[in-house]
């Protein structure tokens, strides 16, 4: 039969066990919370105020209409009007704009001829969700952009007939998503499952008193944090390896870049996740407490990195965040070797912020692990 003072004794034993494991509940507790804050708010599939540039031989009113309706839109915002075309095609290789406007030095002859003029808008097409709603808000407004600047009675007519405005997407003509997603998977695989195994292979010896066989050697906090993460790397390569074959095989996705620059880069990304996994390890007292930890460094870590979302759409203080996490700068440079060839020149302004994400967690780490293993 059903008694309530034992339904009750239970019951109570459940709230004094969720008061004692406060990590768990805190997890609880945290993991809606931050879904509701990032998806709310942080997330959002229409990014406006993409950086562009302008290259522009000429100056006149026609240009600066151009411009200005370019703005208008609110999917651009102008940061840079380079002197060359080497200059803009460099700004946007490395990433610093999204769009690049061209405008050749007869732009304002050919309209005052009543001749068709053509400007050049070029994008980095290599995450086509950011760009896709900016060029076409662009398409529409160009028809309309030099009507008042057009003389005649048949303003509006001739200027939606003077303009020509071609679309370039660079490194993906054809918007093919595999081409920005496969190469992500490589930063998102590596990122759960070096922290994850890592955190996990610290708790399993102390659950299972291993850990103190061990501190009772002459072994120092370092060695047996470099001897736990080493291993992995090798496995972290073999991931790298399988998907990068899968990627070429099946996916087809082009692989411009040098292999060899990747693989350098992959030694930093995997060894800070490796470090993180590690400090966690030193916070957890379960394997399952190892285990959430895990999920909500993860969850954040996908969605704001750029990964699932686009970077540029997310407000500033989301955009600040995701760049704490190393997959972000990893994504940029995997996206940037493989599809636009990117050397190390534009590689290092993204490897650096993981070399001192790397630093700063494999301090906390050692000390964490000082204080707590010895």
């Not at 540039?53 to 151009?66: C, G, I, Y």
Request: net charge positive.
């Amino acid at each position: 039969m059903f008694a309530w003072h034992r339904f009750l004794a239970v019951l109570m034993k459940e709230f004094v066990q969720m008061r004692r494991d406060r990590l768990t509940f805190a997890m609880m507790v945290g993991v809606p919370v931050m879904q509701l804050v990032l998806f709310g708010f942080a997330i959002n599939m229409d990014p406006k105020g993409l950086p562009a540039a302008v290259v522009s031989a000429e100056s006149s009113v026609f240009s600066r209409s151009l411009v200005r309706a370019m703005e208008n839109t609110g999917y651009f915002r102008i940061v840079a009007t380079p002197a060359t075309l080497a200059e803009a095609d460099r700004l946007i290789a490395r990433g610093e704009v999204q769009f690049v406007l061209h405008l050749p030095e007869d732009f304002s002859r050919k309209l005052q001829r009543g001749e068709r003029a053509v400007a050049l808008v070029e994008a980095d097409a290599t995450d086509p969700a950011a760009t896709s709603n900016a060029l076409a808000a662009l398409q529409q407004v160009s028809a309309g952009a030099l009507a008042r600047d057009l003389s005649g009675s048949a303003a509006q007519p001739a200027a939606a007939a003077a303009l020509e405005l071609r679309m370039h997407r660079r490194y993906n003509p054809d918007g093919i998503t595999q081409y920005n997603i496969v190469p992500g998977l490589m930063g998102v695989v590596l990122t759960m499952t070096m922290v994850m195994m890592t955190s996990l292979a610290m708790t399993r010896e102390r659950e299972r008193g291993t850990m103190e066989n061990l501190l009772a050697t002459p072994v120092r906090p370092l060695e047996v944090m470099i001897g736990k993460i080493v291993p992995y790397i090798l496995i972290g390569y073999i991931q790298v390896a399988v998907i990068l074959v899968a990627a070429a095989w099946v996916f087809r996705v082009p692989m411009v870049g040098s292999l060899v620059l990747l693989s350098a880069v992959l030694i930093v990304f995997i060894a800070t996740n490796l470090a993180i996994g590690f400090t966690f390890s030193t916070l957890a007292r379960t394997q399952m407490q190892a285990m959430q930890m895990t999920m909500f460094f993860f969850l954040p870590s996908m969605l704001l990195s750029g990964f699932m979302f686009p970077f540029r759409g997310m407000p500033a203080w989301a955009q600040a965040l995701g760049e704490a996490f190393p997959i972000t700068h990893f994504l940029r440079i995997v996206r940037g070797i493989l599809l636009k060839g990117s050397g190390p020149a534009d590689v290092w302004p993204h490897l650096w912020p993981m070399a001192i994400i790397l630093l700063v967690v494999s301090t906390v780490a050692l000390k964490r692990s000082q204080r707590t293993l010895d």
